[in-house]
């Protein structure tokens, strides 16, 4: 069945990047996704990418996608104390007659130390 | 604010209750999900909606009945829980099946 992993918890320095990374199974992923959680918050959809697409930029985001090796990694540049957050990685593979919802990681807890 | 909200924030309830969680979205989307999130797993799919008629069901259990009466509304019917049900219980919606999903603030139930 389709899987996806992630480390449990990353800690960086404030101003530092935080690189998050992800690995799935299914090789006919369409979609891959970064949402983030906020204590007591549901999920926010952060970024995502085609599983055509190698990079992705979004401000102080970057996601890199190895579809070779189904790796997934979502850069966070200048990390600030409001980036504290689980990190979710997600993956859907909606063919039209599939599963619909998406198969998520665990998540990763980013610490930021001051 | 995610055009998704989830009523109530938090729930507690006896095994021998009934209650509802009810989830609304306001971004006129036809897909409606349920999901549950347990402490150390990840994010379980329980149910998705499609233009109001369930499209799969991950062989939820029957103590947990989900309901959509429109595309903007989706319950989940809460019936003789186990304390392991205790979870956050999830709500999302898309603009169609297995486009991007916005999520809900979510239902923190305890069950005792």
């Known amino acids: 069945g389709e899987d996806v992993e992630q480390s449990l918890f990353l800690s960086v320095r404030e101003g530092d990047s935080s690189v998050i990374n992800c690995t799935y199974t299914?090789?006919?992923?369409?979609?891959l996704y970064w949402y983030k959680q906020e204590p007591g918050a549901g999920l926010q959809l952060l970024t995502y990418?085609?599983?055509?697409?190698d990079m992705k930029q979004d401000q102080r985001l970057t996601v890199l996608l190895n579809k070779k090796d189904k790796h997934l990694s979502l850069r966070i540049a200048d990390t600030q104390t409001g980036d504290s957050a689980i990190y979710f990685c997600a993956e859907s593979n909606f063919s039209g007659g599939g599963a619909d919802g998406l198969t998520f990681g665990k998540g990763t807890h980013l610490i930021i130390q001051p | 604010e995610t055009g998704v909200t989830q009523t109530p924030r938090h729930l507690v309830m006896g095994m021998t209750n009934k209650k509802s969680l009810k989830c609304e979205q306001h971004?006129?989307?036809?897909?409606m999900y349920w999901y549950k999130q347990s402490a150390k797993k990840p994010l379980e799919l329980m149910f998705v909606?499609?233009?109001?008629?369930?499209?799969e069901n991950n062989s939820v259990p029957s103590r947990f009945s989900p309901e959509c009466p429109n595309s903007s509304h989706l319950f989940l019917h809460l019936h003789t829980l186990q304390p392991e049900d205790s979870a956050l219980y999830l709500c999302a919606s898309s603009q169609e099946r297995g486009g991007e999903q916005f999520f809900g603030p979510g239902t923190r139930l305890t069950v005792l």
């Open positions: 909606y499609s233009l109001e008629e369930r499209v």
């Open positions: 971004l006129g989307h036809n897909a």
């Open positions: 299914d090789s006919s992923s369409t979609y």
């Open positions: 990418i085609f599983s055509n697409m």
